[in-house]
């Protein structure tokens, strides 16, 4: 059977959007540009990871875990422990899974991405050599661990071949298990302990409508487009589809779908080089005026060629690279000022000392005048968060003479 292929362009004539609004609309639909609340709480933390769609979540800590940036950045200084509450426990209304990698997301898209689990189970008992195939009697046993013990971590379960294979990345292959019947879906995430992911059977966290819940694959792919297309404002058919790590040829049916459904609205935006699209129910805002750092693993800049589109930001996380070929530092975050990104900083929290460290300040061409003084009220807002009583500022980057003076 010869398969269709579905085409690009939008359907009917697209209206033009301005570079300058495009970006505002994208940030207005991140969540920026919105008066706040002198101390957000489990309301505004619930609203916000509904508007996102989801948080990432990442290991590197040599700042802040990445999952906890984004709230910090569009609400100001919270208490990261109601975000933990969100997510752990039979009241939670976050949980994990592999969604734009592993992530935060609401409760109710964990259904959407049965097909995925499937997918995941597929290709591992379709492959003689699979892992799970050799691992099955150990499968078994740790589903019978979590039914009589309840949640547990990795960590918390002894077998005999519970050992590593390696000193850094190695896990242990209960560790291994776990996560195989995490993809599967057969087992579930009920939070994290000191950032330990705590596994469960999903009946001991979710309600049973909650499991009951039989999405078919295309109405579910058409829901994520949809959930994306909201949280991007607007965007092209590869940004939508990048949200939630979905391939091209159903995310462009959902987007047709959406498109005739009147929810998603062709657009053009000059310079962008691909057709676009505008939820309907995106802002359109005249004026944006964000302050703000960014996780690496913020939506506004995970995806390096959206954030080199809207921004004119040319983005790469240099964790892996060596020391000695890092061009701007180790953890180095944009800064979002106004509605353009105007810089970046390679921030170290040294909680041992109480010192916020900026071990370089860099800024973008033509920025405006104020930034460094800007950016220090960011950053004295950031260390308050964090606990931090000083910050220091390494002689290093473009931006870092002129944001020590304005610190101190």
């Known amino acids: 059977m010869v398969q269709s292929v579905v085409p690009t362009q939008p ?11 495009a970006r505002r609309i994208a940030l207005a639909a991140q969540g920026f540009g919105r008066s706040g609340v002198a101390t957000p709480g489990i309301r505004q933390l619930d609203a916000l990871v509904n508007r996102l769609e989801l948080l990432q979540i990442d290991s590197v800590n040599v700042f802040e875990r990445s999952h906890y940036m984004p709230a910090f950045s569009r609400l100001g200084s919270y208490d990261k422990a109601q975000l933990d509450r969100l997510s752990t426990g039979r009241e939670a209304r976050f949980t994990e899974y592999w969604a734009h990698e592993a992530s935060l997301v609401p409760l109710d898209t964990w ?13 591992s008992t379709d492959s003689p050599d699979a892992w799970s195939n050799a691992n099955r009697p150990m499968l078994d046993w740790l589903l019978a661990e979590l039914a009589e013990k309840g949640p547990l971590r990795a960590s918390e379960i002894e077998h005999d071949a519970n050992k590593r294979s390696g000193p850094w990345w190695g896990w242990s292959d209960v560790k291994t298990g776990l996560e195989v019947l995490f993809r599967w879906g057969d087992v579930v995430s009920a939070g994290r302990i000191r950032f330990e992911r705590v596994y469960a059977l999903p009946q001991q966290v979710f309600s049973a409508e909650l499991r009951g819940r039989d999405i078919g694959s295309v109405d579910a792919h058409r829901q994520l487009v949809s959930r994306s297309a909201r949280a991007h404002g ?10 939630f790590r979905l391939k091209t040829a159903p995310a462009l049916a959902a987007i047709r779908d ?18 676009a699209w505008l939820h309907r129910d995106a802002r359109l805002p005249r004026r944006i005026d964000a302050a703000a750092v960014l996780s690496p693993f913020d939506p506004v800049v995970w995806a390096r060629a959206r954030a080199l589109r809207i921004f004119d930001f040319h983005y790469r996380i240099e964790i892996y690279t060596p020391e000695p070929k890092r061009v701007f530092g180790y953890y180095v ?10 810089g970046r900083v390679d921030l170290k929290n040294d909680r041992q000392n109480g010192v916020l460290r900026v071990q370089a300040a860099w800024h973008e061409a033509d920025v405006p005048a104020d930034t460094a003084g800007r950016l220090a009220a960011v950053l004295r807002e950031t260390a308050a968060w964090q606990g931090l009583g000083e910050i220091v500022v390494a002689p290093r980057g473009t931006l870092a003479g002129a944001l020590a003076a304005e610190l101190r």
């Not at 607007?234 to 949200?243: E, H, K, M, N, S």
């Open 234 to 243: 607007i965007g092209t058919a590869a940004d939508f589809a990048d949200y």
């Open 111 to 123: 259904p959407l991405f049965h097909w995925r689990m499937q997918q995941f189970r597929d290709r």
């Open 258 to 275: 959406l498109e005739d459904a009147g929810e998603l609205l062709p657009v053009t935006v000059p310079g962008w080089g691909a057709p």
């Open 333 to 342: 975050l944009p800064v979002l000022l106004g509605d353009r990104i105007v």
């Open 11 to 21: 359907r009917s004539p697209a209206q033009s959007v301005s570079p300058a609004l």
